[in-house]
């Protein structure tokens, strides 16, 4: 156990029966996971327009996107639950939130933006805006609970990734 975690051992409600902590940190995970699939229902990559654009050499297969994503938005939810359990009465657990809440935002309007609306270059600036605000809700994370904040490490690196991807795909097709 790291020091930060004994550290703020207090700070967790211990009266709380675990069924009952494990039951919230599982509604956290398919919150996360059910927000982040919810825009896939307006549109996706098996649109002739989507399968009619040149993609980059390093374009990866079509079904690592769903693992992938499911895999970031557990832990996501996982990382809200840390921080959330130190107590919303703290004005940093809210700080925190919020600022998840606001990425999530940004993040579900990528989706439609690109596959429905078929806005590459629109899309290119939500997910760099989103990266910005993924690193942002990562500090505040890291102010609460630094577990939370390397959860979502991955994350970051992968909206990376998709932000270079819109490029190259906007970039080729322009």
């Known amino acids: 156990m790291g020091s930060q975690e004994s550290a703020h051992a207090g700070d967790v409600d ?12 599982i509604a956290f ?12 229902l307006l549109g996706g990559p098996n649109s002739a327009w989507f399968r009619a654009l040149e993609k980059p050499a390093f ?17 996501l939810g996982v990382a809200c639950y840390l921080v959330y359990r130190r107590g919303l009465e703290r004005r940093a657990v809210r700080i ?3 600022a998840f809440v606001v990425q999530m935002a940004v993040n579900v309007t990528w989706t439609p933006t690109f596959f429905t609306l078929q806005e590459p270059l629109l899309a290119l ?9 993924v690193a942002a809700t990562i ?23 998709a932000t270079l991807l819109n490029y190259m795909i906007w970039s080729i097709n322009a």
């Open 59 to 75: 374009y990866p297969p079509g079904w690592l996107f769903g693992v992938v994503w499911t895999i970031l938005f557990t832990l």
């Open 139 to 161: 500090a505040a994370f890291a102010r609460v609970d630094r577990l939370a904040a390397v959860l979502l490490v991955p994350y970051l690196l992968w909206v990376g990734f």
């Open 14 to 25: 211990s009266s709380r029966p675990r069924w009952r902590e494990v039951l919230t940190a």
């Open 29 to 40: 995970v398919v919150g996360v996971n059910a927000v982040g699939a919810a825009p896939a």
């Open 96 to 98: 925190a939130l919020g």
């Open 125 to 133: 600036g939500i997910v760099a805006v989103l990266f910005v605000l």
